[in-house]
């Protein structure tokens, strides 16, 4: 399969402004004409675990320099040989707070905004192998973004950019191994690790025999994906399963997990017939991190930044992750306490704008979080219904200047 090298990826100024942006310290940011200041809650997170930002220096000294419209000279990407992916193809997941995968929700804003509140670990939403099989990977020299476009029907299944490539996580629901191996070896090169869904209890995914099914068919189906995966790629492998009746029974499959030599295995404290509402599970987490030597990542009820570190204590999982949590608010992952949901809304709006986000799911998104703080009867939910573009969205929420900046900007690099 070819893989089109990255040195040709040129990405336009407006795309590299966003980088620098994210890059940038707050205060510098705050004064940007177009972008908000919500990196420093970011900033604030990591500073909070020890880390370092890095480029940010650089990025802020390079940026006193020229004017926020100004294009800027093009990064020199160089070619990634196939060899190289083996280089540093480990992945930390020590106390990490992470973006669950989230179907029609986890494309590249919420992903973007996420790390921007501080987020370590962004997973994408799952995407079926048979879909990704039939995609084409595309170099998108007007977003700065490396798209896998489905042949024929010619719309993006999966979009990601440089600028998150060693966090990402591509997720995948296969019933088979050497589809699943198809499927990552396309895209591996782009992402930080492939992780294998084996939780969805949705009817579409065990009448395929995914999800939640390859829990029940350990010998021939996650053994085999997993051990096919970990044998033929030099990007991380992981998986995300849910209970199983018993707490034995759970840690058996998290064993046998684990000799598959997975780098991390996340665990969704519910039962397969559990509904959302049914409190997770944290002590039967707890017993699959006691059982464990590779990290755990404890997912359930992480409503709140202080949830981190509760979840974290009762399971002793290494890392947490959050889905509902963060799809409500994203700004969950900031350290000083969540931003208003208002705030949030637009600058997830403005990402969906930014990054040209398919309509479908920038409306579902903002669904989803009406749903929750208010209600879709209410004119804002009609409103949000009846939107048929980005650009009826831009004008609900007061965006429509930024909409028509960033069409304009696109028009100037044609
Ligand atoms: C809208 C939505 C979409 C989801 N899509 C996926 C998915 O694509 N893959 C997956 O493994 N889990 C998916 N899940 C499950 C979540 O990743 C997570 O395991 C579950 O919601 C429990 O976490 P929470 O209590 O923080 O919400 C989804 C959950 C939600 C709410």
């Known amino acids: 399969m070819w893989i089109a090298p990255v040195c040709e990826v040129e990405a336009p100024h407006l795309v590299r402004r966003e980088k620098r942006r994210l890059l940038l310290p707050p205060r510098r940011r705050s004064r940007h004409p177009v972008f908000g200041n919500e990196e420093k809650q970011r900033a604030a997170g990591r500073a909070e675990r020890g880390e370092n930002e890095v480029g940010g220096a650089a990025a802020a000294a390079e940026e006193r320099e020229r004017s926020p419209l100004q294009p800027h000279p093009q990064p020199h990407h160089q070619p990634v040989p196939a060899s190289a992916a083996a280089v540093g193809a480990a992945m930390d997941y020590q106390n990490k707070h992470i973006l669950a995968p989230m179907v029609r929700v986890g494309t590249l804003p919420l992903r973007l905004l996420a790390a921007e509140y501080g987020a370590d670990i962004t997973y994408g939403e799952e995407i079926i192998d048979h879909k990704m099989v039939k995609c084409e990977r595309r170099l998108n020299h007007y977003l700065g973004t490396t798209d896998f476009v489905e042949k024929g029907a010619e719309n993006v299944v999966f979009r990601t950019c440089p600028e998150e490539k060693d966090r990402v996580v591509f997720q995948i629901g296969t019933a088979n191994a050497a ?47 997993l051990t096919t995966l ?23 499959l998290a064993r046998r997990i684990e000799k598959t030599g997975v780098s991390a295995l996340a665990v969704h404290g519910r039962k397969v017939a559990d ?4 409190p997770a599970k944290w002590n039967e987490i707890a017993d699959i991190a006691a059982a464990l030597s590779i990290p755990v990542i404890a997912n359930g009820d992480v409503f709140y930044y202080e949830d981190f570190a509760r979840i974290k204590e009762a399971t002793g999982a290494t890392s947490v992750m959050v889905a509902r949590g963060a799809l409500w608010n994203a700004s969950i992952f900031c350290s000083s306490g969540k931003l208003s949901w208002e705030d949030v809304k637009k600058e997830y709006i403005r990402k969906s704008i930014l ?21 879709l009867e209410l004119p804002e939910g009609k409103a949000v219904i009846k939107s048929e573009t980005t650009a009826d969205l831009a004008r609900l929420y007061g965006e ?9 900007s696109r028009q100037g690099l044609k």
């Open 179 to 225: 589809r699943a191996l198809t499927a990552a070896q396309l895209v591996c090169k782009d992402v930080a690790a492939i992780d294998i869904n084996m939780g969805c209890p949705k009817s579409f995914s065990l009448s395929g025999g995914m999800g939640a099914a390859l829990l029940t068919n350990p010998e021939l189906i996650h053994d085999v994906i």
């Open 230 to 252: 970990r044998r033929n790629l030099d990007t991380p492998v992981t998986c995300k399963i849910r209970l199983l009746r018993s707490p034995l029974e759970t840690v058996e």
């Open 275 to 278: 509904r959302p509402r049914d």
């Open 355 to 375: 990054w040209d986000n398919d309509i479908k799911s920038t409306k579902h998104t903002l669904k989803e979080m009406i749903m929750h703080y208010s209600c």
């Open 400 to 408: 429509e200047e930024y909409y028509h900046f960033v069409a304009k």
